[in-house]
């Protein structure tokens, strides 16, 4: 058996809400896609997924993370099959704006894991008689 903590759940709940409006962030720039240069979109989605990469990793010491490297491994795995999931959800050109919201919300559950991945503790739990 093995127990799972969010050690700070105050700062997990701020890091939440700034993925949320990070992703809010995603809708106008995904509907003007189509009218503003390729290069332009780039800068604004890259600008974007750096600042979740530093939401995710703020005031989080590696150490908590990769403190054993059975967890670390299940982590990484996990934030890659998240990162395929979030790979799988396509924002093409004469999607309505509820589509978009509906991609972004399913977007954002993934983010919402990724962070909580992060941010969890996982240690062993001996279980008494």
């Known amino acids: 058996m093995f ?68 967890f670390l491994l299940i982590r990484l795995l996990a934030i890659i099959f998240f990162a395929y999931l979030l790979s799988l959800i396509k924002f093409t050109y004469g999607l309505s704006t509820l589509v978009i919201i509906s991609h972004l919300i399913a977007a954002l559950l993934l983010h919402i894991l990724i962070l909580l991945l992060f941010m969890t503790h996982f240690s062993t739990k001996i279980k008494t008689g």
């Open 3 to 70: 127990k799972v903590t969010i050690d700070n759940q105050t700062l997990f709940r701020k890091k939440v809400l700034a993925v949320f409006i990070g992703t809010l962030v995603l809708v106008p720039l995904i509907q003007a896609k189509q009218t503003m240069p390729a290069s332009l979109y780039i800068i604004g989605l890259l600008a974007i997924h750096i600042t979740f990469l530093i939401i995710y990793l703020l005031k989080i010491p590696f150490k908590q993370w990769a403190s054993n490297k059975r």
